[in-house]
């Protein structure tokens, strides 16, 4: 892939994950150069492929290879490596050789959750979201891509919908600095320490 002739400036708000010069060099759109082009061409993205995000039937959601799936769907239009894990060590996620091992893990505790009803719904999408975001498993998305995979979950299971804290801060977004993203970043690190309720709270808040 040749070079870019124009480096973009991502200015990653608080909780998000710093790409590195060679993930930089995957963006298929030379003409981004900031951060907020960077957030419409991917949320594009998104709208291009909901139809098959939010209207297909999946039947198996808790596979690493749906994970995949989903986020080369989501970001296809924007990253050459949609869909595929990340290689590099980030602020936040476990060793790149791990993710597919946490992955499989986090997709059987689910099933038992949900076979033996250990957590009600609500509490289970809180413990699937904030593991999925632990994990890390791309180099960039993993906020958007991990609530649309926790409401897809929701939604093979004929489960209620998350408002994801917009019915609080409904003229909030979770692309810049605002009092919503902040409340989400704070929910996530509360369940870090196994302290879920905030969270719980956000996403149907």
Known sequence: MAKRKIEPHFEMPDGATPLDPDEI?????DTITTQAELNFAEQQSIIESSKWIFET?????LTDQFFKNLHKKMFQS???????????????????HNI??????LCDDCEYWIENKTYDWNEIAARFHHKVVWIHPFANGNGRFSRILTDILLK???????????????????????QLRTEYILSLRDADNKKFQKLIHFIQS
């Open 25 to 29: 060099q995957g963006l298929l759109i």
């Open 57 to 61: 039937n999946h039947k198996s959601i």
């Open 78 to 96: 924007v990253w050459a490596w949609a869909g595929k894990h990340r290689k590099t060590n980030k602020n936040i996620g476990v060793e790149p």
């Open 100 to 105: 597919s091992i946490e992955i499989k893990k």
């Open 156 to 178: 093979k299971y004929k489960q209620p919908t998350l408002s994801w804290g917009r019915n609080t801060f409904s003229k909030d977004d979770f692309s810049s600095e605002s």
